[in-house]
């Protein structure tokens, strides 16, 4: 019988290793996704100071920067495997590290054989529970070589805790909070999710039948580990840090000794509680001080969360109706993905059904639906927590044939139990290979957006923007999606935010991002340092952040976000995109040189569906530059200039920019020109110089570089009879 799990175990773990390489990238994809990007900068920074791993992040959130959340030791560890396995190209390096979620989704393959096995299961059980096994998300979910996932050790992690109220494992349990602490920048709120769940098994003493609370009344020093764990990896992170900070710090946005302290007070509620229980045969005594001692705990954890600024940030984050925040976190009960192929969540929701008909048959002496209930609530909250929990769903699948065989055995059905289990396990599984398979191959987004990255690698070596950036006194302001490739190619600052943090990080995106023109704009970003602006989708980029929380643009306006380009022909704010070479060619009245236009367009449409434009470059690089001043008189009684040129586009199209330039009263007018004309090495081809029209004049001016460079003024223009 062992050699026939042994068996059946290598053919499953097979088809799992087969489903998740299936279809790799040809080129190194390690940039298709900004974490992973990230993930490979802090490991060759900690090849270069090895052991030491930087643990504030200079470069993101220009010009403070930030102390980063992630896992010193998490880090150190892929370094590790570096040095181990002697790799010295960063091909090679992202190639290895990329496996590690594959080795996570055959670890819970094992772990699920060694639950089957621990608990007798038969054979004709493990045919059902492997095949459900498969589409677990770490076995799902593409993989791509050279990416990395951060959340492949949460994922086994949340697994692991999550099982033991199951099947609970001394060893299994030590292995869950080492991964949840020294592996998950997501520690802090699973390992609080952990423990509040056992809260609720000890304090209902209907599900008595649970082995986890079995082991928690037999030994309550259980629930102080986590405390333990999280003191440890604080220590560890301390001692890997490359740059000392105060050990005693005392800080939610980072680690910190809050996080062992926090642990450490809650494990000490959960062992008071079992004491108590233990101790009193009065419900209403033990009820009392229960309350009691809440209460004590409750005003502790009040000072705690006002002293490390989680009372602050917690405050901001529900009271605040303007706050920013990432659209792809929000509730995926929201999320395009739930309505097309967001398998896991819609299994979820079936099970839990399951269960809860089950409970009410057993009049709720087990306890699994509520976990389950409290897991599937916690996960709608954001998408991020929902992937790191859905890794559980493999164990619910275990217990799910389990229970479905107990449903069909009860009553009529018990003689045709086999069949309809049969025929409704076919359905599952059909309907799952239906949703993910036309996710295994790489979407065209994808590969564009490699490209894109692409042409930035190859603009910055052009431009040698590391070299100018390294002096400290630049930054570039990118969205979030580019933004760690940015500090990667170049090493230098980035203005660029995920969103998620509290003060003083998000009023200063805030700032920049709400200016209402684009002469506002500007002066902000001078005021930073900026030299450089990069714009990535813009539509999707800049839209998507301006939000509230009820779906709503902060500003009346939609596109908010677009200033620096959405003008018509009077200079005035239009709610909809203008067509595309118009619009860029506002750029050079505020001094935002063109450095790079994309070949690669997209699609705008405006409320209507009505096609506004079908070739606006997807990725423009700008540079902010003095620019040349022109100045004059209009010779006639026009009351406004335009002043363009023509271009030759990516396409090798020919298309003429132009922009209306007011002119006052007494017929004199001033405009601010960023790129030299004609020239054909910026990032737009400009074939002639500067056209000024006005209704029966035009004059001709000639810009070079190094007139733009130097900021130069220009008040003298020979006027002409068109």
Known sequence: MIERYKFILLFFIGMAFYWLVYNPYRINPVYIDPDSTYQVKRVKDCLDNYPKVQSHDSNSHYPKGMATHWENFYTFALASIVKLTELGCQRDMSHILSFVPVLVGLLALLFLYCILKKNKAPLKWFWLYAPFALFAPECSSNFYLGTIDHHAFIQLAVFLLISSFWFFRKSVYVCALFLCFFFSPESMVFGTLFLCLSALLILNPLWDSSPFRKQLFSRPVLVLWPGCFSFVSYGVHWLLELERTDFFSFSVLHKSLFQP?????????????????????????????????????????????????????????????????????????????????????????????????????????????????????????????????????????????????????????????????????????SFALIQLLPARLASRTEREFLHIVGELESWSKRNQVTKQLQRGTNAILCPWSLGHHVNYFTNSGVLVDPFNFPVPIEPTLKEIFTKKNAAEFLSLLRGKDTEWVIYYKPLREYQNIMREQKSEAIHTLPYRGFNLFVYDSDGLDVPFLKPAYSLNAAN?????????????????????????????????????????????????????????YTIVNGLGERREMRYMVPVSEDGSFSVNIANPAPSMTSGLRILTPYILRSDTYQAKVFVSTEQIEKGSFRNHLDWVLK
Not at 387 to 397: G, Q, R, V
Not at 605 to 618: A, M, T, W, Y
């Open 261 to 429: 302290v926090w642990f450490l007070s809650l494990g000490v509620l959960l062992w008071l509680y079992i004491w108590l229980y233990q101790s009193h045969k009065s419900n209403k005594v033990l009820f009392g001080k229960i309350i009691l001692v809440s209460l004590v705990f409750g005003v502790l954890w009040g000072f705690l969360f006002w002293e490390s600024g989680m009372l602050d940030l917690i405050i901001k984050r529900f009271s605040n109706p303007s706050r920013l925040f990432v659209a792809e976190e929000s509730s995926p009960l929201f999320f395009p993905s739930f309505t097309r192929s967001f398998l896991h969540y819609k299994l979820y929701l079936i099970y839990l059904a399951l269960s809860v008909f089950l409970a009410v048959k057993s009049r709720f002496r087990d306890p699994k639906w509520v976990v389950l209930s409290m897991v599937i609530l916690f996960g709608i909250t954001e998408m991020r927590f929902l992937k790191a929990i859905s890794t559980c769903m493999m164990l619910f699948f275990v217990q799910g044939c389990r229970d479905v065989w107990r449903l069909v055995s009860m009553g009529q059905l018990k003689r045709k139990g086999v069949l309809f289990t049969q025929v409704l396990l076919t359905a599952v599984m």
């Open 588 to 644: 050079f009245e505020f001094g935002f040189q063109v450095s790079h236009f994309s070949d690669q367009h997209e699609l705008f449409f405006n409320k209507q569906q009505e096609l506004l434009l079908d070739k606006r470059p997807k990725f423009q690089i700008f540079r902010m530059v003095p620019g040349m001043t022109v100045s004059g008189r209009v010779p006639d009684q026009s009351s406004r200039v335009s002043i363009g």
